[in-house]
């Protein structure tokens, strides 16, 4: 049965070098717990499985959850953004399952950032290209708007596309963000690894 010290964001272990930020940044990330629906009968998952998800969410100062929810495993990630607090100016780090442009508008209108792998069938409108050290990995650094009425309607402000390849060019990602200031590379270091520390 998996445990906290299993999910990827908590245990404590160096993926990179660490990196120093200003701002409060946190990381949320869910695992799924194996039940018996014998046992639970609540916690259904598939026809003869039962699970719950625990999502964590963890402040990377101190390496420990701050908030958690047991979920039902059929419950989707994106419906935990509805219960998270948000603070003002913190970075949250979010797989793709977190995913919802209405629910990362909310975080905008607070002025809390964000870092997120982008959907891969999603479409923008290109604003403005900035510079790029290839030598890095970095593939692209955008200013963007969502294309398409529903979903510029759910995001209608500027976005930040960056592209880095990952593994000696191996696997490329593609991540989103509203933040501008910091540099594309930080950025893709902040999702990438899992040793950071705040100021």
Not at 113 to 124: G, H, L, Q
Request: net charge positive.
């Amino acid at each position: 049965m998996p445990t906290l010290a299993k999910s990827p964001f908590i245990k404590l272990e160096d993926y990179g070098p660490t990196i120093q930020l200003e701002q409060t940044t946190y990381a949320l990330n869910a695992t799924t717990i194996d039940l018996s629906l014998s046992l639970v009968p609540w916690a259904t998952f598939r026809k003869n499985k039962g699970a719950v998800k625990l999502h964590a969410l963890l402040d990377l100062k101190g390496n420990l959850p701050t908030v958690a929810f047991i979920a039902n495993g059929k419950v989707h990630g994106v419906n935990i953004l509805d219960k998270l607090p948000i603070e003002t100016g913190a970075i949250y780090i979010m797989d793709r399952g977190y995913l919802d442009y209405v629910r990362l508008y909310r975080l905008h209108q607070v002025a809390a950032n964000f870092v997120t792998r982008a959907k891969s069938n999603a479409r923008y409108d290109h604003c403005h290209y900035h510079k790029i050290d290839k030598t890095a990995g970095l593939r692209l650094d955008q200013v963007v708007t969502l294309h398409g009425y529903y979903t510029r309607k759910a995001y209608p402000e500027r976005l930040r596309r960056i592209a880095y390849y990952e593994g000696n060019q191996s696997k490329k990602l593609i991540f989103l963000t509203k933040n501008f200031t910091l540099p594309a590379l930080t950025i893709t270091e902040i999702r990438l690894t899992r040793n950071w520390t705040s100021k």
